[in-house]
């Protein structure tokens, strides 16, 4: 039987963004299923936040149909239901120039960031449309999917997909109050996003966004919260920057990750925070 709290579900929520978006959720009063490929960090979640009576843990790989269905049931069987689905799971993807990009690296990218979106807004928009209660769905989309120049080619093709995902799911999903929503962030201090050039990126974000501060996953998990709740009824087929006025500016991110050309000497796939290493290969020689 479903409570009074409102339920939600985080895919990529064990780390990051989808870490703070969890964690503000579960503050807010909502019982939470979290879904990563990372179970190391999932268990390390749980240990640290973890309430039998408010918290999940699911491994899920939102590209595979099973896993993600999967994590939905666990929500309907465990809390009795879905009012919130935050699709945030996402990894670097595919680097390198555009003729150096591997066609396989290219399909994974797209099948964690567009195809994991779609999974879980089908199997999420099928349970709060048979309860008729309607819904929030965020959808977590990047700065670099709104502008060329702000990220990796297939990165940012994969997450501009999300956007026009968003705009059409809201249009199709409102006569069942269900509200659709893409957040669109810039530099955010996460290990994904910084890995492991955090001080140069630092040093020359004056270069790069005019706000002051780096972003952080509690400023994204803010926005979330709001998206999730009743202030932002009236919202939806929006896809909202928290940049830090990053692209009011023009996107210069290239310049702050790659200072040494390092992408254009390398090509690969970076898997970011799944616990799986980043593979790249320099263009003039095999793989590390």
């Known amino acids: 039987m ?11 929520g064990a780390s990051g963004i989808g870490r703070a978006i969890a964690l503000r959720l579960l503050a807010a009063g909502m019982r939470v299923v ?28 939102v590209a595979q149909e099973a896993d993600v269905a999967a994590l939905i049931d666990t929500a309907v069987r465990d809390f009795g239901g879905l009012d919130v689905l935050v699709n945030n799971a996402g990894v670097g993807g595919a680097f390198g120039p555009l003729t150096d990009i591997d066609a396989a690296d290219w399909d994974r990218t797209f099948a964690v960031i567009g195809r994991g979106v779609f999974l879980g807004t089908k199997y999420g928009a099928r ?13 977590m989309s ?13 990165y940012s093709a994969a997450k501009a997909a999300v956007v026009n995902f968003t705009a ?46 780096l972003g952080t996953p509690e400023h994204i ?6 998206l999730a709740g009743p202030d932002s009824e009236f919202v939806t087929g929006e896809a909202i920057r928290a940049d830090g006025g990053m692209l009011a500016w023009g996107p210069r991110m290239e310049s702050a990750h790659d200072r040494t050309g390092a992408t254009r000497r390398f090509a690969g796939f970076a898997d970011g925070s799944t616990g799986r290493p980043t593979v790249k290969r320099a263009l003039d020689g095999p793989s590390s």
């Open 34 to 61: 979290v879904g990563d490929v990372n179970a190391a960090n999932g268990a390390r979640l749980l240990s640290e936040a973890g309430d039998p009576g408010t918290l999940r843990f699911v491994v899920t790989d």
């Open 142 to 154: 990047s700065a670099a999917g709104l502008v060329g120049g702000a990220g990796p080619l297939a």
């Open 168 to 213: 059409n799911a809201a249009v199709e999903l409102a006569p069942h109050r269900i509200r659709v929503n893409a957040v669109c962030p810039g530099l955010i201090d996460t290990p994904m996003v910084m890995g492991r050039n955090r001080a140069a990126i630092v040093d020359g974000l004056p270069a790069v966004q005019p706000w002051p501060d």
């Open 2 to 12: 479903k409570s009074s709290e409102p339920v939600a579900v985080v895919t990529g």
């Open 127 to 139: 349970v709060m449309i048979s309860a008729g209660t309607g819904g929030s769905i965020v959808n």
């Open 221 to 226: 998990a803010g926005l979330v919260h709001f």
